[in-house]
Structures are given as C-alpha cells and as structure tokens.
C-alpha cells in the first residue's frame, strides 16, 4: 500500500469508526491531499456509494476566519450523505457534527476538466442548501492540506426545492439552529455565489476532476458553521425559501 493510501485509510477508518485523528503532519503537498481525497472516495464507491457532486469551501471570509484556511477547496459528496428536505438524520453517525447554510447548483452536462465551455451556462437550476460538515480530525483542527485530503470535512447534505436559474448575488441567507440565528448574505460567497462556479472550474482544471450531468455544487457556506445538535435546523435564502433538517 502506498503511503498516500495508508493516509486515505487512516481518513476512512476515521469516518466509519468515528474516531477522530491527528491532524496527518508536514509533507504532503496539495496535488498529494487532492490523491489522498480521491483514494477516500475510492474506497467509498468500492463499498457502494455513488458520486452526486461536489462541494467547495472557503469561498467566504465568515468560513476562513471561523476555520483559519484561506484557499478554496474542492471536496467530493455521494448518495450516502444526501438526507432529504425536512427529513431526521441520526447524529450518532458523526464524530462532531457541525452545519452551515449553502447555496446549491445543478449540472445540466457533463464538464471534462479541460472543457472550455462556460460553466454558468451549463447550470439548470439552484436550490437553498444545508451542508453538515464532520471533520475526521481532533477538534476540528487542520491545516489546508489535511483539509483537502479529509473530503474537506463533507459527511451530509440537504437540497431544498429547486428553482429556475436566476442572479443571487445579494441574497439574504438565515441560520436557524436551536436558539442560534446566523443572518449573512449570498454575497459573503465570493463576491456572488455565481463565482464560486468559477473557482471551481480552476480547481477541477488543476485536479484534473471532471464534472457529470446532474451533479450538484455546493458553493460554500455564506456564515460560519454552529454544531448540529437535536433539533430542527433551517436555512432560508429570500425568494429560493427555506429549507429544513432534525437532528436525531
Ligand atoms: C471545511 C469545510 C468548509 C465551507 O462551506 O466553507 C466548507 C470545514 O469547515 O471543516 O464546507
Ligand atoms: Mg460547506
């Protein structure tokens, strides 16, 4: 086994056993944490799950000052973690779950990683989102590397209805968690959302990571993540509405 697979092991290991680990150290270099990250998913689809998109993160500055990670990252999302809206979703299944409100994209055609095509236009619909990120490392500590080669902390994901593509560039966005009420804007996410497609094709192109017909895109979250706890969580983004998930 190679030592990039002995890391994707330790990461894996981590998620089904619910053990947290040490961050993985000095050494590795980002292409290495993207091949860590793709040896996790490796192992995931092996076991059965089914790639349904991809999700980025640190595209706005409540994000990277929460996690001290500046650079945006690529992580990949399967069936697996998918809940429905309004469904409950057992917290046993995390280490120590956290949730953020997120902004989803729909795929309307496969994107090779060199196609040229623009990628707005290749987008049929978008959708409030929540995301529940679970790092497999000790106290959510780690570096952009460690980050990268941990799926970039994805363990579930709510999409709430979908609607016609149009402009969000200045949407509000509401948390609703328990007694926690975050309130930012859609233009936390780089300026727009919309850019975070950008960003994303630059990550795909360098990663060389294509994109499938159907597939979603989380753009990241617009505030920063509170713990996902018993209890109704909700994310509302103004003129997309609300979407919901229970904490069980
Ligand atoms: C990493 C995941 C970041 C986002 O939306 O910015 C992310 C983490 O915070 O553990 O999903
Ligand atoms: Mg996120």
């Known amino acids: 086994m190679s030592t990039l697979e002995a890391l994707a092991e330790r990461l894996d290991v981590a998620q089904l056993s619910r053990t947290a680990i040490p961050s993985l150290g000095d050494g590795l270099g980002i292409g290495d944490a993207y091949a860590v990250q793709s040896a996790v998913l490796a192992r995931r689809t092996a076991r059965g799950e089914r790639l349904t998109?991809?999700?980025?993160?640190?595209?706005?500055?409540?994000?990277?000052?929460?996690?001290?990670?500046?650079?945006?990252?690529?992580?990949?999302?399967?069936?697996?973690?998918?809940?429905?809206?309004?469904?409950?979703?057992?917290?046993?299944?995390?280490?120590?779950?956290?949730?953020?409100?997120?902004?989803?994209?729909?795929?309307?055609?496969?994107?090779?990683?060199?196609?040229?095509?623009?990628?707005?236009?290749?987008?049929?619909?978008?959708?409030?989102?929540?995301?529940?990120?679970?790092?497999?490392?000790?106290?959510?500590?780690?570096?952009?590397?460690?980050?990268?080669?941990?799926?970039?902390?994805?363990?579930?994901?709510?999409?709430?209805a979908w609607h016609p593509v149009q402009d969000l560039t200045n949407r509000a966005v509401r948390l609703l968690s328990g007694r926690t009420e975050l309130v930012g804007s859609t233009a936390a996410i780089l300026g727009a959302p919309v850019r975070a497609l950008h960003a994303l094709r630059g990550v795909c192109r360098d990663h060389r990571i294509p994109l499938r017909a159907g597939q979603i895109v989380l753009a990241g979250a617009v505030t920063a993540a509170v713990p996902f706890t018993r209890g109704v969580t909700t994310c509302d983004v103004a003129g997309l509405g609300m979407v919901t998930v229970r904490g069980v």
Do not use: W
Not at 88 to 114: C, K, M, N, Q, T
Not at 130 to 146: A, G, K, N, P, Q
């Open 53 to 160: 998109g991809v999700k980025l993160g640190f595209t706005s500055k409540a994000k990277m000052a929460q996690m001290g990670v500046s650079e945006v990252i690529l992580g990949r999302l399967t069936d697996a973690m998918r809940s429905d809206d309004g469904a409950d979703v057992v917290l046993s299944r995390f280490i120590h779950p956290r949730i953020e409100p997120e902004i989803a994209f729909r795929l309307s055609r496969d994107i090779e990683s060199d196609d040229p095509t623009d990628i707005e236009s290749c987008v049929d619909a978008v959708a409030p989102a929540l995301e529940i990120i679970d790092s497999r490392y000790r106290d959510f500590r780690f570096t952009h590397v460690d980050v990268v080669a941990d799926n970039t902390s994805a363990a579930g994901y709510v999409i709430g």
